[in-house]
Each structure stands twice: as C-alpha cells, then as structure tokens.
C-alpha cells in the first residue's frame, strides 16, 4: 500500500514539474544564440542584450545603472547593444549608425564609445564622430564605415530582431533568459545579472 502511495506521489511531483516547465517562457532563439556565443568567450558568463536608443531618457537611466553592475563582474558579464533608434529622437540614429561603425572598426573601443553616446548631450553627426576621433578611430575609416549600406543594414536587423520580440518600447533587456522592460534601477539590475551569472 504504502509503495503504490508513494508512486502516486512520485508521478504527481513530476506531472507538475513537466506542467511548470512547459509553462516557463522560452527563451528566444535570437537571445539564446547571444548566450551561445558568449558561452564560447567567458565560461560561466551572463549575457545582457539591451535593445537602447541613445537619446532616450529611460536608455540612459538604465544605463547609468547597468555599468556599474557591470564594471563590479567584469569578466562575468557580455553586453550586447542592440540598436532601435526611435523616429521622435531626431539624432538616435545617427548616434547608432556611428555606434555600429566603431563597434565594427575598432571593437576594443565599443564599450567606452557606448558609454560616451549615453552620456553626450549633443549626438550630431560631428559630435558622435568627435567622439569617436578622441578616443583613437580613425576619422577617414569612420566616414566610409558611416557611408556603407550595410551599416543601416545592421540598424535594421537590430529592429527587426526586437520587433520579433515584440518589444513594446525602450529600454528591453534580456539579462540571460530573464527579460526586463523598461527602465530598471541597480538593483533589480544586479538580482537579474548574478542569477544568470549562477545559471538559475
């Protein structure tokens, strides 16, 4: 009796583990091949994929508080930008299209070039390439790079990727499987991070 009670119990704790898993969220296929490729860089890493338009105020909110999170674990952590430059923001895709060049001429420098962007009160043409100038890119490079199809091209896929998400606005963050959207203080920041940074 007691054997065919506890084999009752048994398959009913693995009927509801079975249910809660096929109701867990999947992660999206676009934000696992990120975790797979930063897998392959950092063992042990999380990946923050963080769909950002320079100019927008809730963006540079998050920001201010992610990099910090970030420079604490930083051989722990992989930060991809993804580009969605709001139309109402007249110089978010200039900021972007010159983001995208500098991350593809000199990747070394992306993240400090991103930080910069976040914190500039002028993103101009002139004043997005000045920054990129200051801190080494060459500025002939820079101008083919800004003038190249494919660099729109890459706005676009950026776009497209958060529209299949179905992003409702930004910021979006993916911090590992975990998705966040809007904006979102250290704190909330740092629990998302050190959970993918533990697996869970």
Do not use: N, W
């Not at 079975?18 to 999947?26: D, G, Q, Y």
């Not at 490729?37 to 990946?47: C, D, E, F």
């Not at 909110?61 to 969605?84: K, S, Y």
Request: negative net charge.
């Amino acid at each position: 009796m007691r054997s065919r009670v506890f084999a009752s119990f048994t398959s009913i704790v693995i009927l509801v583990a079975i249910t809660l898993a096929a109701c867990a969220p999947a992660i999206p296929p676009a934000i696992r091949d990120e975790m797979a490729k930063t897998s392959q860089l950092k063992s042990g890493a999380a990946t923050v994929v963080f769909f950002t338009d320079f100019q927008c105020p809730f963006c540079r909110r998050t920001h201010a508080a992610l990099a910090p999170v970030v420079e604490a674990r930083r051989d722990r952590v992989r930060v991809v930008i993804r580009h969605v430059p709001l139309a109402r923001h007249p110089d978010a895709r200039t900021a972007a299209r010159a983001a995208v060049c500098v991350e593809r001429l000199t990747s070394a420098l992306t993240d400090d070039y991103v930080h910069a962007l976040f914190e500039a009160q002028d993103l101009s043409e002139s004043a997005c390439e000045e920054l990129a100038v200051e801190r080494g890119v060459d500025r002939d490079k820079l101008r083919r790079c800004l003038a190249e199809p494919a660099t729109d091209a890459r706005i676009e896929q950026d776009v497209a990727m958060f529209e299949s998400l179905q992003g409702d606005g930004v910021p979006l963050l993916y911090v590992g499987g975990t998705r966040l959207d809007g904006a979102q203080s250290r704190s909330s920041l740092e629990a998302a991070i050190d959970d993918a940074i533990a697996g869970k």
